[in-house]
């Protein structure tokens, strides 16, 4: 036990939370020494509506959304309400063994509403790792049922972000996730992205799009259909730098899915519950998945909570068969959980959120971003919704990668976070994911101290204008 934090002093309570981290706390995606070396953790200890404020009482625009999830904002009363309510009346009660919970079942059935038509079966898990954990078994279960065992293969693409499970890890693009013995687990592969900025070469948007999804007919081809049980992928590639599809890639993809039979799992981790200005990314991009992942802003990011959501096809097989699915997690539809995103949901219907999104605040914030491409170091705007990424360059017209990966990006990101504004930097753009109740003033203000911060790191590198 250390001696009582001081109550007045907000450096010296920095400096002793600080202190005590270091030495108990071990943080996901952390470099420790470089952490140390900067004297410790930043410490939040408070937030309201879109803003976080620091233990030195600094307010900071949240750009991020926590990590993509706290889509209704900090502070709101109704998604607390519900979390005590459920805490008096059943903290907890599990769903193994044929029992439920009422609020379980509700919200299995609120979801089976707003999601599309045909996803109406509801498998609850913690996190979005372990729901695309799920995914695998669900997949792989569904052909093995069906006397395909063979089936078992999952392809995922480049750049794509799917967790960090080892399953999970596995299916993830991203090479620093399969730094790892024994990660990529065995029959996962990885089809290319339709990333234009840094792979399109000559080609146009729509022509990388149509380059793309032939890829991933190759890669099927490669490793033949016969072999292979699903495709998954974000509807936008989040965690990978907000990867737009261009127009025509999804419907492509879908086709080539149904062409081979292969299942479709639409990863709604980050694009679910409204992000891209309809309910479901899926809806945006004309996708019709057998499974959808949904974690994050199904709870606004309050309580851990997700799902796979499927319909009639793999039910068939695997709930109107003799036979159990040998899998679930003590917490797979945790009552207070459940009941914080059953609030949620009724929240954004109150509040027209998604609608909000779609018609006011998603263009105003892509219009405030957009404004930023006169900037000599911003190469690319990618958006849709509330999620954008500003993509950073020296080389405007060639898009030549920027040497060393992360020089543009990272220190104007700290400027950022120094200056009111937390933003994400993945490789050389800064991504933005805010809570979708945020105003216009703070969509201002945000993009004001982006552009600040470009205009800083422009001059410090002395190519300004
Ligand atoms: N799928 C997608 C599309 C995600 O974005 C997950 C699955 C995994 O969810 P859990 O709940 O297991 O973390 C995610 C998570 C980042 C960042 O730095 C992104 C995520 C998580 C943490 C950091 O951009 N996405």
Redesign the pocket.
């Known amino acids: 036990m250390t001696s009582p934090l001081p109550a007045n002093d907000p450096s010296a309570l920095t400096a002793r939370l600080q202190e005590t981290d270091l030495r108990h706390h071990m943080h996901p995606f952390t470099d420790h020494q470089e952490m140390t070396l900067e004297g410790g953790p930043r410490v939040i200890t408070r937030a309201e509506g879109a803003c976080l404020f620091d233990s030195e009482g600094n307010r900071l625009i949240d750009g991020m959304g926590g990590?993509?999830c706290v889509n209704m904002g900090y502070g709101r009363s109704e998604l607390l309400d519900a979390a005590a309510a459920q805490m008096r009346e059943l903290p907890y009660y599990n769903t193994f063994f044929k029992t439920t919970t009422p609020v379980a079942a509700e919200l299995a059935a609120d979801l089976a509403r707003v999601t599309p038509a045909g996803l109406d079966r509801v498998f609850f898990a913690n996190?979005?790792?372990?729901a695309?954990d799920t995914n695998i078994r669900l997949a792989r279960s569904y052909w093995a049922r069906l006397g395909r065992p063979e089936r078992r293969a999952i392809i995922s693409r480049k750049f794509a972000?799917?967790?960090?499970t080892i399953a999970?890890a596995s299916l993830t693009g991203l090479e620093s996730m399969h730094d790892i013995p024994g990660v990529p687990i065995p029959d996962i592969h990885h089809a290319p992205a339709p990333f234009w900025w840094a792979e399109g070469g000559a080609r146009s948007p729509e022509e990388h799009g149509r380059h793309a999804a032939q890829g991933l007919e190759e890669m099927i081809r490669a490793v033949g259909p016969e072999n292979i049980a699903a495709f998954i992928g974000?509807p936008v590639q989040?965690?990978g730098g907000v990867i737009v599809p261009p127009p025509g890639y999804w419907e492509e993809v879908q086709r080539i899915c149904a062409r081979h039979d292969i299942l479709l799992i639409a990863?709604e981790?980050?694009t679910g519950f409204g992000r891209t200005g309809n309910w479901f990314g899926c809806e945006t991009y004309g996708i019709r998945p057998d499974i959808m992942?949904v974690?994050?802003g199904l709870s606004s990011g309050y309580l851990p909570i997700?799902a796979s959501i499927f319909g009639d096809r793999l039910a068939e097989v695997l709930m109107e068969r003799p036979g159990r699915f040998p899998h679930g997690y003590t917490y797979s539809g945790h009552p207070v959980a459940a009941a914080v995103a059953r609030a949620n949901l009724a929240l954004m219907q109150r509040e027209r959120i998604v609608e909000r999104v779609r018609d006011e605040i998603g263009p105003y914030f892509l219009e405030k971003l957009r404004s930023l491409l006169d900037h000599p170091l911003v190469g690319e705007l990618r958006g849709v919704g509330l999620m954008a990424a500003v993509e950073l360059t020296r080389d405007k017209t060639g898009r030549a990668p920027v040497e060393p990966v992360g020089s543009l990006a990272t220190p104007v990101r700290n400027l950022c976070f120094a200056r009111g504004l937390v933003t994400?930097a993945v490789r050389d753009c800064l991504v933005f994911s805010p809570p979708l109740i945020i105003s216009e003033g703070e969509i201002d203000e945000a993009v004001g101290i982006l552009r600040g911060c470009l205009d800083a790191v422009a001059g410090s590198l002395g190519d300004r204008g």
């Open positions: 990590l993509w996190s979005g790792s372990e695309n972000y799917h967790g960090s999970a974000e989040g965690a990863d981790v980050i992942t974690a994050k997700s994400r």
